[in-house]
């Protein structure tokens, strides 16, 4: 007989024989920005966070207590049919980017690149024909050259990272070709490479406002049903010059993730999504340290898959979780 029980005498022998380690470093924190002054405004779907303005996101910065990089999405009331809101120069993204690089220099910021928030139809595509609405009804050329555009506005705001999270084909290399040609060969991408159609995004959508007003996203986001594709995704986008590839959601895709981890040698990034959060959320009915508990066991199980990164909305409290667990 195997002694097995032998390494879970005490939590010290717990904590040294611990196989995966959960640490600030694994998280990145996504926050919503608004154009104003003094707001921040809870999220009636997304319990506990806030939809900030510039001068409110910096102060919450300064809370952030190890977590070493950000993601940012922008709410914009400035919406039409071809998000040209989202590549403004003066636009609530590039703004807050900018301000953050000049009061935090070394935190690593990451910027959302999609149209949903700021189409008023609410696609993440330039929308070409209404008429043929559920056959393919975005046109993925015109989209590819806003994805671009924004993410240009975005790295010359200072971005370390832009974040293409439109699922239209070819997207990174589109972006990564427009970066180079205006001379931002160092700011890095992370692809939502496998990005799933999710019932899990729909706090989100409350949050943002980008709900789809007709038909659905399963035209360009992935069907739950396959895991296969996921790596084709996944390839491409390495091929096209990815600097991480994520998959999301990421607690229903945990066997994604742990395919990918397997056969990609580039890091892997999980997104813990906004269904993720509610439910825990709803789960704990306001006890903080029941909170925390399961939201440390859910982030613990997406690294135990392979995720090298988790984006998560727990990134604070979780923060202050582990320090009393650290090893
Ligand atoms: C925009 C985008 C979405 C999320 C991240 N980027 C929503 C969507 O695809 O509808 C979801 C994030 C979350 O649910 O936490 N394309």
Do not use: W
Not at 295 to 308: F, N, Q, Y
């Amino acid at each position: 007989m195997k002694r097995l029980r032998k390494v879970r005498a005490n939590s010290k022998e717990r904590d040294q024989s611990a196989e995966t380690r959960l640490s600030a470093n694994d998280l990145i924190l996504p926050y919503f920005v608004v154009e104003g002054e003094k707001v921040k405004e809870e999220i009636v779907s997304m319990p506990g966070l806030y939809r900030f303005s510039i001068d409110e996101l910096i102060k919450d910065l300064k809370t952030l207590d190890g977590i070493k990089c950000i993601l940012l999405f922008g709410i914009s009331k400035n919406k039409d049919n071809v998000a040209s809101y989202a590549y403004d120069k003066k636009g609530v993204v590039q703004k807050a980017v900018k301000t953050i690089k000049k009061d935090f220099p070394d935190l690593c910021v990451m910027t959302d690149i999609c149209l949903c928030g700021y189409t008023t139809h609410g696609h993440c595509g330039i929308v070409k024909n209404r008429s043929k609405e559920g056959n393919d009804f975005i046109d993925t050329q015109a989209t590819l050259d806003v994805l671009s555009k924004i993410a240009v506005s975005h790295a010359e705001a200072g971005a370390d990272f832009v974040a293409p999270s439109a699922m239209m084909d070819g997207q990174v290399e589109a972006i990564r070709t427009t970066l180079n040609k205006n001379g931002f060969n160092f700011t890095k991408i992370l692809a939502y490479s496998a990005k799933y159609a999710s019932n899990f995004y729909g706090p989100f959508r409350d949050a943002v406002g980008s709900a789809p007003t007709f038909g659905d996203r399963k035209t360009y986001q992935m069907d739950y049903r396959n895991s296969d594709e996921a790596m084709d995704e996944i390839e491409e986008d390495i091929k096209e010059g990815a600097d991480i590839v994520m998959v999301k959601p990421a607690l229903a895709y945990l066997d994604i993730i742990y395919r990918a981890k397997k056969r990609f040698d580039v890091p892997i990034a999980a997104y813990s999504v906004s269904g993720e959060y509610s439910m825990i959320k709803a789960q704990a009915k306001g006890d903080r340290n029941i909170e925390q508990s399961f939201a440390i066991e859910v982030l613990t199980s997406i690294k135990r898959a392979g995720a090298d990164y988790i984006i998560t909305y727990f990134s604070h409290d979780i923060v202050k979780g582990l320090r009393k667990n650290d090893v």
